[in-house]
Structures are given as structure tokens and as C-alpha cells.
């Protein structure tokens, strides 16, 4: 018993010490300043130079937008296989005073969902990224067309490639990622009808070192140019090392810059700034949000000066299309590789039908 | 390191034990204070606002909770094999198959029995199931002696690879757009809340006393622990080692499969293959720090949730990385099971004997 009193002696000090200790705390001026306050959940580090960098950019250039009448917080590194570590995060931030609360990656959906749902929560908005769930009270999502800027990139890819093996590193063999292989497939085909794709998935949305290998084993296989649906800048620099050049994700990034062409970005400030300015106003209402790059909120990002002239002219051009509406990248006949049929001649696939995409197309393979 | 000496401390002044302790956190903080202040953060401000961001409202008491629930119960478990010195090593497989027995009741069993039926399948398919998984390195530690250490361990990962292909494989939710998940639980699968955290701080609570009852109360208790002070003393007054080491391992893994239940009915809402979550090691930590006593484990694995609770408030209210936080914890954790060393150790350097043994 002696051992249990010494414990709780040195617990109570601990609180003392803390306690005792302290000047008063200073609030958090902006915050109250602030009409609203938005909390972020992320899934990586705010510098992981790709996915989670492009979100927690989008949400600074919101910030500066309203100029202090909405203030930020922010959780970085939540694992979003985690449901506890998620709804953590979501009532942490709730405790601190925010009102809207956006979750910036898929897996936080089903702990969005039950918070938004709940009743407990029904003056918290919740936006979330990636998902298809919502509600008609408090609950959206948001996406974009990534499609049209992997096509292009595709297109860059298929017209650079000598050995006509495009790797991609892929996150989980899931809709949201067959629907950018496919899209990147069809773009390499369009300039380049020999050109192959082949996947390999690391079933996690980011991981720098399973990304890494997984790139490593591409280029062994004799890709000689290295795209990713994966968050980090892992592919790139394995390209890099190989001496093969990389198409990134999510974010402008020459990191690798002797393998860097371009990269299908995300504008992320172009979903949030409307989407804000009416919740400041009231008149936000649930929705699901899927922008384009007609609106800037995908993009492709300029491609390097790795990129012949003739390469970017043909790229710039099919861009202009997809911006101005005239083309896009699900039209025309596609066929899966097994043989069954995505689109016919003359359709234009619409969100629905793309969102049900379950397989790769002709010339893409993909392996677990 | 020939001129320091290490001999272990007979017996030690409660004083001397306090004083030990004390200057143990005291330097945890000046360290963690050190490192804060090179953030450029003042120091005062975290530790306050970690008490304060764990215990500061009913919210955050309630996520503190949340938190120490499968701490509490894995730690439990983890106690009553280690009091025989039985490493168990292998609660994350335990963990992670109670909550796929719990998880097979759940999505397969009528989604018309009452809830309350249901709960209580779910919780005996997984304390069976953890229990079970918690035999097999126990049945051969008893008849052919092999490592425990190693063969817990190793069981971890056989289970929640298994998970994994029921997550990829047959288990896969076809609703999920490929995603490889595995269907959410209906709603009579899903333990009900109490005071704002679900009902698994009850069960907790029980469990305590329970295993507080078992191991102080009961011959089987009692035999645990003579096994785990010395075997020879257990053979020679006459005890069955072997069946000791089993049922003291299917209760180990029994507990550690009830937080699977628990983790995956009021959390999860399904099954993942995380669904351990890290408990299973982290558990290690709490129950030795309580000296496997299961009275302070409970405030061992509370003290532990405030500081992860505590730390991600910090992160939110001053804008720190979440490695600050994660480096906190982990200097106060070093200095205080550091001070453990030194309670049961006692240092000094060498003086002639030395040269004896070079």
C-alpha cells in the first residue's frame, strides 16, 4: 500500500505543479474575434509536401481571404483507420470553439457521419472531402473532376515515356482511384496508343515508404515514368534515383526536380471560400459539392521545362478544351480490360456513371 | 561501464520511494520544458492546458475516459498473466480476435434479437475467442515450454493479418465502392451509452474488481501468484503448473477479447484490422506502472488518457505540431519509468573489487 500512496502523491503533484505553476492564460484573441471558426482534421503533416500540404494550403488562403472573420484550427497527423483518434478529433475541435468542421480524408466519413447525425451536433456544420455521405441538415461533402488534370497528365506521361511502361502507384484498388488510373490510361493512349499502365496498390493512403517500394518495383519492371494516387512525395524521389521522371499528386511539388513533369492539383481555397462566405451568410445548405477545372478547383500544374514545347502546346490544347467544356476525359468508346464496356461511341459518362467505375480500363493492370 | 555498480535494493524507506518519484517528475518536466521552450512555446501554458484539455469540462473528461476504457481492461489482462511471469505479449491478437467473434455475432446473427441478447453473445463470442487465442501459446508454454514472449507476439500478427483478408476479402462491404471495409454493425450490436461514454467504463469498473476479487480472494488467484514468485515453491506444495499457466492465460486473453467487443461495438462500428489500436503494448506499460495492482491501474491508464487527451488539446489550442505533444508524453513517460530503475536498483560506482574480476 505504501507503493499506491507514492503514486497518487506523485500524481497530485503533478496537477500541483501544473496548477500552481502558472500565469493565467492568455485567450486566443483571434479566435474570438472570429463570426466562425473552422476546424480541420488531417490526415498527414501540414509539410508532407502533398495531399494533406494542399488542404492545409487551401484552408490558409481561406483564412487570409476573410481576413480575420473566420478563424482556423487544426489537427495534423489523425489516423483515419482510427474512428476513435477520428471522432477525437472532430469533438476536440467542436470543444474549442469551432462551427464548421471539415474532415480531409475519406476515413473520416463514418465519424463525421454519426457526430453529424447524432443530435448532439446539430449547430456544427461538417464538410467533408472525398466521401459520399451527407445529410440534409449539417452535413456535405466536396470533390472535384481530379480526372480532367489526370488525363492531361496522362497525356504528358504517354508522350515522354521511351519504354511505353507508365507506372502508377496506387492507394487502395477503390472507385475514387480507378477512376484516375483509368482516366490517366486513356490520357497516355490518346498520344501514344502502345503506351501500358501498370499499378501497384498500397493499400493505404499514404505511406512514404510502402510508396517508395512500390514506385522502386515499378521502375524495376521497366516503367520508366512514376505517377501516383498515393500522399507523399515518395514515388518521386524513387524515380529520381532510378533516373526515371514522376508525375505527382495533389500538390506543385518539385521536390525530385530531375524527374519532376507536373502534377494534377488540387485548389482546395475554390470549394471553401464559397462555401464559407454562405455559411457566414446563413444560406448554406448540404451539398455535394464537385468542382472542375472549369472553376479552377483541379488543375494540372505547369509542366516543367522537362516537358518538350510540343509535348506542353498538345497538353495546353486538350486543356482548353476540358475548360472551356468541350471535352472530357469519359467520352467516346472505352473499353475495361476484361473486354465489357464503359462507354459508347458518342456518350459522355456523367458523375454517377464515373463514380461507379469498378475496374481499370484496356491497357492497365493492376496488381495488390 | 565496469566502474558502475548495479545491485538490487532489498528494501526501500516509503520516504526515500516518495523523494525517488518526486524528483523522477520534476525533471520530466524541466525536460519536457526544455524541449517545449526551443518550440518556442512557454512551457507553464502546455502542462496547464493539458490538465486543463483533459479534465477542464464534461466533454473532455468524457473523451479522457473514452480513452482509458480498453487501457483499463487490457491492462487487466495483461496483469493477471504477468503476475505468474507469463509474458503476454500477444494482446493485440487477443484484442483483435475477440472483436472478430464479436464482429461474426454482430453481422451474422438475426438483426432482430434484443439488444441486449445480442451485446451479451457478443461479449461471451469474443471473451471465448481472445481466451482461446490465448491458449494456444499457453497449451504449449505448459507441456513443451517454448517462449511465450515470442509466440504471443507472433499470434499478433497471424490475427490481424486474418482480419486484414476478411477486411480484402469475403468479409469486404459490397455497398463500399471497393473500399475495403467490412459492414457497419446494425443497431443491436452497438453497446449504449451512460453519462455521455459509452457503457464500456462500467464493464471496466467490474473487471477491476473482479480480477481485484480473483487474484486476492480465490485459489486460483492465490496459485497465480506463488507460480509467478517461484515454480519450484508451486511444484513442491503440489500444484498443477500447467493447468495454472492455461487458466491463467484464458482469463488473460478472455479480458484482452472483451476490449475487441467493446472497441469494435461502441467505436468502430465494424471490424478493421487496427482495431487493437497499439492497447496491447501500451497496456504493457500501464500495468507494470501499477505495479500489476488493479486498483491502480485504473489510475495508471486514467493518468495515461489525460496526457493523450491533454495532447491533442494542445495541439488545437496552441498550435503546436502534434509531435510536441507526442514528445511530452514521451519525456514524462521516460523520467518516471526511469525512476522505476531506481526504486528497485540501487547505483554505485566500483571501487577495489573491480580490479578483482579484470
Known amino acids: 500500500m505504501k507503493k499506491v500512496l507514492a503514486i497518487l502523491l506523485a500524481l497530485v503533484m503533478v496537477f500541483a505543479f501544473a496548477a500552481c505553476g502558472s500565469t493565467p492564460a492568455e485567450d486566443d484573441g483571434a479566435a474570438d474575434a472570429a463570426e466562425l471558426t473552422v476546424g480541420f482534421i488531417f490526415i498527414g503533416a501540414i509539410n508532407d509536401g502533398g495531399y494533406t500540404q494542399a488542404h492545409y494550403d487551401g484552408m490558409k488562403a481561406m483564412e487570409d481571404y476573410f481576413g480575420g472573420k473566420v478563424a482556423t484550427k487544426y489537427l495534423e497527423n489523425v489516423n483515419d483507420s482510427d474512428k476513435q483518434a477520428s471522432l477525437d478529433a472532430a469533438r476536440n475541435l467542436i470543444d474549442q470553439g469551432c462551427n464548421v468542421i471539415v474532415g480531409c480524408s475519406y476515413g473520416f466519413m463514418d465519424a463525421l457521419d454519426e457526430l453529424a447525425n447524432s443530435g448532439d451536433y446539430d449547430d456544427v456544420k461538417f464538410l467533408h472531402f472525398s466521401g459520399n455521405k451527407m445529410n440534409d441538415k449539417n452535413f456535405g461533402n466536396f470533390f472535384g473532376a481530379i480526372e480532367q488534370p489526370r488525363y492531361l497528365s496522362g497525356m504528358v506521361a504517354g508522350s515522354m515515356t521511351k519504354s511505353n511502361k507508365l507506372g502508377y502507384v496506387g492507394a487502395f484498388p477503390y472507385t475514387e482511384v480507378q477512376i484516375g488510373i483509368n482516366a490517366f490510361t486513356l490520357g497516355a493512349q490518346s498520344v501514344n496508343p502502345d503506351a501500358e499502365v501498370k499499378v501497384v496498390y498500397i493499400n493505404s493512403w499514404g505511406d512514404p515508404e510502402a510508396e517508395k517500394a512500390a514506385a522502386e518495383q515499378l521502375l524495376a519492371e521497366g516503367c520508366d515514368i512514376i505517377a501516383q494516387h498515393s500522399d507523399s512525395t515518395g514515388p518521386q524521389l524513387a524515380a529520381q534515383d532510378a533516373g526515371a521522371y514522376a508525375i505527382g499528386y495533389n500538390y506543385n511539388n518539385p521536390v525530385a526536380a530531375d524527374a519532376y513533369l507536373t502534377a494534377p492539383i488540387w485548389h482546395h481555397e475554390k470549394f471553401l471560400i464559397p462555401t464559407i462566405e454562405s455559411i457566414l451568410a446563413g444560406k448554406w445548405t448540404p451539398e455535394s459539392y464537385y468542382g472542375s477545372m472549369s472553376e479552377g478547383y483541379v488543375d494540372l500544374a505547369p509542366m516543367t521545362d522537362l516537358v518538350p514545347a510540343d509535348v506542353q502546346d498538345k497538353v495546353n490544347a486538350v486543356k482548353e478544351k476540358m475548360v472551356s467544356g468541350e471535352f472530357e476525359p469519359f467520352s467516346g468508346k472505352i473499353e475495361y480490360a476484361d473486354g465489357s464496356i464503359l462507354c459508347e461511341d458518342g456518350q459522355t459518362l456523367d458523375r454517377g456513371q464515373i463514380w461507379a467505375i469498378d475496374k481499370l480500363v484496356k491497357g492497365a493492370v493492376g496488381v495488390n | ?358
Open chain 2, 1 to 358: 561501464m565496469n566502474f558502475i555498480r548495479v545491485t538490487k535494493r532489498d528494501d526501500l524507506p516509503v520516504r526515500m520511494e516518495v523523494i525517488i518519484r518526486l524528483v523522477a517528475i520534476v525533471l520530466s518536466l524541466i525536460a519536457a520544458g526544455i524541449v517545449i521552450l526551443v518550440f518556442g512555446v512557454d512551457p507553464v501554458r502546455i502542462f496547464k492546458s493539458i490538465i486543463e484539455g483533459s479534465l477542464g469540462t464534461t466533454l473532455r473528461i468524457q473523451q479522457t475516459v473514452v480513452k482509458a476504457v480498453p487501457l483499463i481492461i487490457t491492462s487487466l489482462g495483461i496483469m493477471v498473466a504477468f503476475k505468474m511471469k507469463f509474458w503476454n505479449i500477444g494482446a493485440e491478437g487477443q484484442i483483435t480476435m475477440g472483436a472478430l467473434a464479436a464482429t461474426w455475432v454482430a453481422l451474422f446473427m438475426s438483426d432482430s434479437m434484443p439488444l441486449f441478447a445480442k451485446l451479451l453473445l457478443m461479449a461471451l463470442a469474443s471473451m471465448v475467442a481472445g481466451g482461446l487465442w490465448a491458449f494456444i501459446p499457453a497449451f504449449f508454454k505448459a507441456k513443451m515450454g517454448t517462449n511465450e514472449t515470442i509466440f504471443t507476439l507472433m499470434m499478433n500478427y497471424i490475427a490481424i493479418k486474418f482480419v486484414t483478408y476478411l477486411q480484402y476479402g469475403p468479409w469486404k462491404d459490397p455497398n463500399s465502392n471497393g473500399f475495403p471495409k467490412i459492414a457497419p454493425f446494425p443497431e443491436n450490436a452497438i453497446l449504449p451509452s451512460l453519462f455521455g461514454v459509452h457503457i464500456g467504463w462500467i464493464i471496466a469498473i467490474i473487471c477491476a474488481i473482479l480480477i481485484y476479487l480473483f487474484m486476492t480472494h480465490t485459489k486460483k488467484g492465490y496459485e497465480i501468484a506463488v507460480v509467478g514468485e517461484s515454480t519450484e515453491t508451486a511444484r513442491y506444495a503440489g500444484m498443477d503448473i500447467g493447468k495454472i499457466i492455461i487458466i491463467a492465460m484464458f482469463v488473460s486473453g478472455g479480458l484482452c477479447g472483451l476490449v475487441g467487443m467493446i472497441q469494435a461495438s461502441a467505436i468502430e462500428k465494424t471490424l478493421v484490422s487496427g482495431i487493437a489500436n497499439g492497447y496491447g503494448f501500451t497496456a504493457i506499460i500501464t500495468a507494470w506502472l501499477a505495479k500489476l495492482n488493479p486498483v491502480i491501474i485504473i489510475v495508471v491508464c486514467l493518468a495515461f488518457s489525460m496526457l493523450i487527451q491533454g495532447g491533442a488539446y494542445i495541439q488545437i489550442a496552441m498550435n503546436v505540431p502534434s509531435a510536441v505533444s507526442s514528445i511530452v508524453q514521451g519525456i514524462i513517460l521516460f523520467f518516471i519509468m526511469g525512476a522505476e530503475f531506481f526504486l528497485q536498483y540501487k547505483v554505485g560506482f566500483r571501487h577495489n573489487e573491480a580490479k578483482e574480476v579484470a
